[in-house]
């Protein structure tokens, strides 16, 4: 039996409110699942291995619950557009790539990569429709020591041709089939791209395999004015964009279900998302960058709903999880000053809970230290961060939120092995 | 006489609007001076020294033009509180520190270097109150081989008492003495903190030191509701803040100005400032960090105002101008989305333009590579940003200011020579 104790400056959310520090405490991991942390290690483990980490900070890994690998190739270009716009000058024909392995193997080579050095352990990633890369993609993550959903995206309407699927369910069936029992790490997730790319007969049938695979769904929800409006033309008889998935069965009932940005939805779609336990993607860099707008991202939290950060590349430029917490509070503070000031900004302890406990729990036990948990845990060292002064643990934290690009992955866990 | 060219991809701005892009070409430079951009070299220049970079971009040196170098040391710390909360937790008492020369000296080197890392080559800076450390910090900079302007630090009201000056003017004075000539790099310059600080009397002075010794001036302008509240109240014979600094010769009428923020100017403060040719500094990340809001700089760089980036440090965690233009972009868009959209979002190229000529003008012809400017320029490795595909030139400069903190500076030219 496996058991272990990685010694530094320990911080985990305990709740959103509840941020647990333990400097120079023990973190006890026994078979891959966290039996804790101690100011002293306990006396019954008195002689298991102890890895010092010094001075270090360790913290839960990341978990990225909305991403697409394919646009990770033209991150940072072509911001200067609306979503619309943007997937048909850059997405799809990017996208359209991925029917070639040579560049896929290339391009999600990079993308894994870069994903592992910026301490993302968990992830819920779109590759795109096609078969072949897809599976590429998630052999490439199993092999990286990452864990999470990948899904083969589904599309057959309003879209080029080139990403128009003629049998849609029989593609899902036959990736579903090839990647049965292949993983360790890495599971299937279903994938309709959103309402506007899916029929009602697809959306339906995804559904249906839902339910038969127990596999988890995700998708697109309320990003931008237009697409809104889009959906409101396209389903007519929905009475809200939620509902356009809930009607086929494609909004929780049948799995469990993550839907990403979640910027425009009203009060009957938060009901539904709340009784279906629906997870929300919060992406507050693309939203920026799009100029989709803000989610109101400390409604969700203080109302009890299952939400995570997602980087949503190539929407959201940067891969990093940490940006993404500092990208959240500041856009949070601009939606309180500029627009709706009855939901004040988020603090640094809600963002820092989103991206790990908050986003873990579509995972599992993920994303915390508490006993139980799966250790993921990333030890980080932020010496180039130099001060004059002497700063608290929490002060470290909090500044490398801000600064994250110049703080070094020491060590990255996953389920207690290092990756 | 000293002439020689750089190869490699050279981007500058001519205007707001245009974006002059060069891919393989040569920028020749003569005693410090850009003689121009040119495809291929031109004759009677056939023998200089070229330096061949290849392959990587060659673009102006970054203008920061607000930024405090005491706060550097907490820079990222307190961001979930607004600007005068701010200001009494961490500022007031992190600068006091200040009058120990040993804390200065540890604080300004690592503020210099970190500063000439990041690719600045002008700033304009606040220091303290406290003389020698202000000289210790003109010194260092001297030294780094960055230009620009120093200052002291003026204030004798509504502020901690160990941060009130009794003798502010001969301070000031005695500072001024102290400095001239002591320099080839750095400047001083005039350094009200704000209205709420300095009484009229001392700002008054202070116009009357602008005019007496042709220095510039810098200071604070409409970054706060509250603030701006404060103001009005302090100061109720004035017409709107910009007037308060008017009205006592502090606002470009003796001498160049600039003011940082200017996120709530009405229309009365904004004809002033156009009137007086008052420099504003927009400082997106900071207006954003303390939940000040968005000044509309689509509309002032439009509308022919005198622009730049500040990091204001530390309102803003990141010192790197070339985040502050992502940062300008990002804040623009979802003001242009929750506030006003009468003004569209900032393009890329008005923000790389905010970011080397439009700041570099508040030094002289100083950020961009048109004959006559002084060659300050950045020669950049964006090796790590790697991608599958063939990106353009124009591409690689807009993810580099989405992703800037993966790219290296292989070299840092100010006024033609490497620092």
């Not at 008195?46 to 010092?52: A, R």
């Not at 980490?53 to 394919?70: F, M, T, V």
């Not at 938060?270 to 100029?291: D, G, W, Y």
Request: hydrophobic share 35%; proline share 4%; net charge negative.
């Amino acid at each position: 039996m496996s058991i272990f104790a990685l010694k530094g400056n320990i911080i985990y959310s305990e709740s959103r409110e509840k941020l647990c520090i333990v400097s120079n405490g023990y973190l006890v991991c026994e078979e891959g699942i966290s039996k804790g942390v101690f100011e002293e290690l306990p006396e019954k483990w008195k002689d298991i291995e102890v890895k010092d980490y010094g001075e270090q900070l360790i913290i839960p890994g990341l978990s990225d619950i909305h991403l697409h690998a394919p646009q990770y190739a033209f991150r940072g270009l072509g911001m200067d557009m609306e979503l619309l716009e943007w997937l048909d000058t850059y997405t799809f024909p990017e996208e359209s790539k991925y029917q070639d392995l040579e560049y896929a193997k290339k391009a999600y080579e990079i993308f894994v990569e870069d994903l592992k050095r910026n301490g993302t352990t968990r992830v819920c990633v779109f590759a795109t429709i096609h078969e072949e890369a897809t599976i590429l993609l998630m052999d490439l993550l199993e092999q990286s020591g990452i864990k999470g959903y990948v899904g083969k995206v589904s599309m057959n309407r309003n879209s080029p041709a080139y990403l128009c699927e003629d049998t849609p369910k029989e593609n899902v069936r036959n990736w579903l089939d090839v990647v049965k029992g292949r993983y360790r790490r890495i599971q299937p997730i279903l994938t309709p791209r959103f309402t506007p790319s899916c029929t009602d007969d697809l959306m339906e049938d995804l559904a249906k395999l839902q339910k038969e695979y127990h596999l988890p769904l995700q998708s697109h929800l309320s990003e931008n004015p237009s697409e809104v409006a889009w959906v409101q033309e396209l389903e007519p008889e929905s009475s809200c964009y939620g509902d356009a998935y809930d009607r086929l069965g494609a909004f929780g009932s049948n799995g469990k279900t993550v839907m990403a940005h979640c910027v425009y939805s009203g009060e009957e779609e938060c009901e539904l998302m709340k009784k279906r336990n629906v997870f929300i993607a919060h992406c507050p860099q693309s939203n920026t960058n799009l100029a989709s707008g803000v989610a109101p991202a400390k409604k969700y939290i203080q109302q009890g709903f299952s939400i995570g950060l997602g980087s949503d590349i190539a929407g959201g430029a940067s891969i990093s999880i940490l940006r993404a917490m500092a990208d959240a509070i500041q856009a949070s503070k601009l939606r309180w000053r500029l627009l709706d000031s009855s939901w004040e900004p988020l603090t640094f302890e809600e963002a820092f809970y989103m991206g790990t406990k908050g986003g873990g729990a579509f995972f599992g036990n993920v994303g915390s230290f508490e006993e139980g948990y799966e250790m993921d845990a990333l030890v980080i060292d932020d010496e180039e961060l130099r001060h004059p002064q002497d700063i608290t643990v929490k002060d470290r934290l909090e500044r490398m939120i801000y600064l994250s690009e110049q703080v070094r992955f020491t060590d990255i866990y996953v389920s207690g092995k290092i990756i």
